[in-house]
């Protein structure tokens, strides 16, 4: 359950673990917990574990599926604004994710567009921050099998068809982990073009950018968008190489 509410004059939100979600409250608390201080996560501002409960930072512009609709409220969508903020949010999705692998973490629940959008909050000066880490886990460890996903937003290698060397009882644990930790960065690495386009305005049934402006800065990301969409995954950038193109073509088109 989730509220808002009002602690010391400022916004807040509480969430409120429930049956039959217990037993996830310490994970889900723990992975809040990590990462503060860290511009890129929302922030805890209290919890009681007696309860269940959990206070973090109200982001009043909600997440960024409703990017468009921000635009459109703070009379940003037809400024010449818009498109640096929109290739802002590229570049901010990109060093999330260049962070988490740094530090061995995967996001299991990102299988589908629409619900990693929701994922990721916009702040008061329209930047990203990760607000949802309930299945942030380590790296190389299996995900719950029960996420819903898109097999057009997953990478082929994720498809039935694609079998896994770990099905062999032959191989060890250790190269499993590693095998699946390889798996699962490449597949980050593979979504990063659907998740730009979408903040650059496309439309995901026609595959349209309607904005010139924007059109433009994805033409010039298909070299780089190219590359996370080989169909050979040992082929494809890490995150750290898409950032730095990224940053390289931000300071070439906005100066």
């Not at 989730?2 to 992975?31: A, F, R």
């Not at 060093?95 to 299991?108: E, P, R, V």
Request: proline share 4%; charged share 20%.
């Amino acid at each position: 359950m989730v509220w808002l509410g009002q602690w010391m004059n400022q916004s807040i939100v509480q969430l409120q673990i429930k049956q039959p979600y217990l037993d996830t409250y310490s994970t889900t608390l723990s992975n809040y917990l990590l990462f503060q201080n860290n511009p890129f996560f929302s922030q805890v501002i209290g919890y009681c574990e007696k309860s269940f409960g959990l206070v973090v930072e109200y982001y009043q512009h909600g997440d960024s599926s409703q990017l468009n609709n921000i635009l459109l409220a703070t009379n940003l969508s037809y400024s010449p604004r818009a498109q640096q903020i929109r290739f802002q949010l590229c570049i901010d999705y990109v060093k999330i994710i260049a962070f988490l692998h740094s530090q061995n973490k995967y996001m299991c629940d990102t299988n589908n567009l629409c619900k990693l959008s929701t994922q990721y909050l916009m702040t008061d000066d329209l930047r990203l921050v990760l607000g949802d880490v309930d299945h942030l886990q380590e790296a190389g460890t299996k995900c719950p099998s029960w996420f819903v996903k898109d097999m057009k937003f997953e990478p082929p290698e994720a498809k039935p068809i694609y079998r896994s060397k770990c099905i062999h009882a032959w191989i060890s644990n250790e190269e499993c982990s590693k095998e699946l930790k390889k798996s699962q960065f490449t597949a980050d690495i593979w979504k990063i073009p659907d998740v730009c386009l979408l903040y650059l305005g496309e439309n995901r049934l026609t595959g349209v950018i309607a904005d010139n402006r924007s059109e433009r800065i994805a033409q010039r990301l298909l070299p780089i968008h190219s590359k996370c969409k080989r169909l050979d995954p040992t082929e494809r950038p890490d995150a750290e190489e898409v950032l730095a193109t990224y940053l390289q073509i931000q300071s070439e088109l906005f100066k």
